[in-house]
Antibody
């Protein structure tokens, strides 16, 4: 079964750091672009960062660029999000998600597999 | 940045009826548009990609249409289980962007 399991969330003070992990099972993470999406309490979905599959490209939302770093460990089949200089507005449930592959084999940045999320709370 | 605007913000419909949800992009996104369903306490679920292609496992009563800047998600024969938030997302350009969501209530 294809699954994603996030971990690493918690309560951190403003200016602090956290490292989120997303363990993949049932598929090889390095074969797919992967993404982090967050959802502040009671709010909508916000794209955060994406890591290309074979291309190894990275993309970041302006709101996190320079503070967050996306990476992966192929040997552990795990995606990471290193979050530094955290702010109160980073408080959210963080999901990792897998890019989809269409019936014609095209990889698209729409997400067909999601984890259940890990909560990050930035508060003093 | 492509701004995605969904309407209406909320919708209340009777079981068995149909619902039409709209999504407008501030720039042309071709057909690089996806729709998601999110129920309380759950992760989003991909329903539609390519503006009109149903994702694996999405019921046939969910259909998408549109191209360019204007898109529609139609849900026919509504069931109580369809109560959820629905989000559109463009993947035509970076940054990827979501609409603010439409809350669908089945009364």
């Amino acid at each position: 079964e294809v699954q994603l399991l996030e971990s690493g969330g918690g309560v951190v003070q403003p200016g602090g750091s956290l490292r989120l992990s997303c363990a993949a099972s049932g598929f090889t993470l390095s074969s797919y672009p992967m993404t982090w999406v967050r959802q502040a309490p009671g709010k909508g979905l916000e794209w955060v960062s994406s890591f290309g599959g074979t291309a190894l490209t990275t993309h970041y939302a302006d709101s996190v660029n320079g503070r967050f770093t996306i990476s992966r460990d192929i040997s552990k089949n795990t995606l990471f999000l290193q979050m530094n200089s955290l702010r109160a507005d980073d408080t959210a449930l963080y999901y990792c998600a897998r890019d989809s592959v269409t019936t014609s084999g095209l990889v698209i940045d729409a997400f067909d597999v999601w984890g259940q999320g890990t909560m990050v709370t930035v508060s003093s | 940045e492509v701004v995605m605007t969904q309407s209406p913000a909320s919708l209340s419909v009777s079981p068995g009826d149909s619902a039409t949800l709209s999504c407008r992009a501030s720039q042309i996104v071709s057909i690089n548009l996806a729709w998601y369903q999110q129920k309380p306490g759950q992760a989003p679920r991909l329903l539609i990609y390519g503006a009109s292609t149903r994702a694996t496992g999405a019921p046939a009563r969910f259909s998408g249409s549109g191209s360019g800047t204007d898109f529609t998600l139609t849900i026919s024969s509504l069931q109580s289980e369809d109560s959820a938030f629905y989000y559109c997302q463009q993947y035509n350009d970076w940054p990827l962007t979501f609409g603010q969501g439409t809350r669908l209530e089945i009364k």
